[in-house]
C-alpha cells in the first residue's frame, strides 16, 4: 500500500490511473477507524481497480467548542487495518495543504442541512460538503462510499454531486452495529462502560419504534413522546433530537403512512452519538 501524503501528489497519481482506464474508488474517512468503515472498503474495492482510502480529521466541519482536538487518531492501526484490506493508496494530507493561507472558499446546500445534526451543528454539513468536494477534486474518484448511519452527511454529499454535476457515484454502506446493537463509530471510543450502556437505548428506542410502527400505529408524535421518555429514562443522557421525517428531504412527517426515517442525536455524558432507521409498515 502506498501512501501519500500531499494534494499535489495524489493528483498526479490519479490522473496517471485514469489515462492508463483505471477506475477509482473512494472512502473518504477521519481515521480511528472500525468494522463500519472496513464495510465500506470492502463494498468500494469491488466498484474500482485502484481503491483510495483518506484520513484526515477535517478542522472546518467542527465548531470551536466542539472535539477536533481531541477527536481519537491512530495512525498506525488504521495503516494496518487498511493495508490488511488491501487498500492501493492511503491519502492523508495535512491541513495546511488542503486549507492553505487564505483559503476562502466553502460548499453550501440550501435546505438539507437545515433539519436534524444542521440544527445544532451550523458549520457541519458546510465543512463536510467543503472538505468532500476538495478530495473529489484530488482523488478523482469514479465511485465513492459513505456510511448510512450519517444518513443526513450521505444526503448532503448526494445532492451536492447531482446539483454540481461531479462525474461521481455516489454509495451508500448499511450501519454496522456491535454485537449489542450500538452503531459503530470512532467517538464510541469515548465512552465510559455505563455510557456505553447509556448509549444502547438508541437503538434499542429505534427497534421498539419499528415494532410500534408494525403493530399499526400511525402517528409519529407518540412514537417520538415515547422514545424520548425511553431515553430519558437512561443515566447521563441528554436528548438533541428525535424526529421522523421523510427519506429525502427530512421535512418533518406525522403520519407514517410511508416509510419514513427515524434519526435520533443524544448525548451520553459529553459524547454526541447519532443513529437511524428507515421505519416501514413491512
Ligand atoms: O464521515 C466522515 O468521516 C467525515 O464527515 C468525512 C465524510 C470523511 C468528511 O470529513
Known sequence: MKIIETAGDMQVVAEQARLKGKKISFVPTMGYLHEGHLSLVRMARKLGDLLVVSIFVNPSQFAPHEDFETYPRNFQRDFDMVEKEGVDILFTPKPDDIYPEGYQTYVNLEKLPNH??????????????????????????????????????????????????????????????????????????????????????????????????????????????????????????????????????????????RPALMALAVKVGSTRLIDNMILNKK
Open 116 to 257: 436534524l445534526c444542521g440544527i445544532s451543528r451550523p458549520a457541519f454539513f458546510r465543512g463536510v460538503a467543503t472538505v468532500v468536494t476538495k478530495l473529489f477534486n484530488i482523488v478523482k474518484p469514479h465511485t465513492a462510499v459513505f456510511g448510512k448511519k450519517d444518513y443526513q452527511q450521505f444526503l448532503v454529499i448526494r445532492r451536492m454531486v447531482f446539483d454540481l454535476n461531479m462525474d461521481i457515484d455516489i454509495v451508500g454502506g448499511e450501519t454496522i452495529r456491535e454485537p449489542d446493537g450500538l452503531a459503530m463509530s470512532s467517538r464510541n471510543a469515548y465512552l465510559t462502560a455505563s455510557q456505553r450502556k447509556s448509549g444502547l437505548s438508541l437503538n434499542q428506542a429505534l427497534l421498539a419504534a419499528q415494532k410500534a410502527v408494525e403493530s399499526g400505529i400511525t402517528d409519529a408524535s407518540q412514537i417520538i413522546r415515547e422514545t424520548k421518555d425511553f431515553i430519558d429514562s437512561h443515566p447521563e443522557t441528554q436528548i438533541d433530537y428525535v424526529t421522523i421525517c421523510d427519506p429525502e428531504t427530512l421535512e418533518e412527517i406525522h403520519v407514517i403512512n
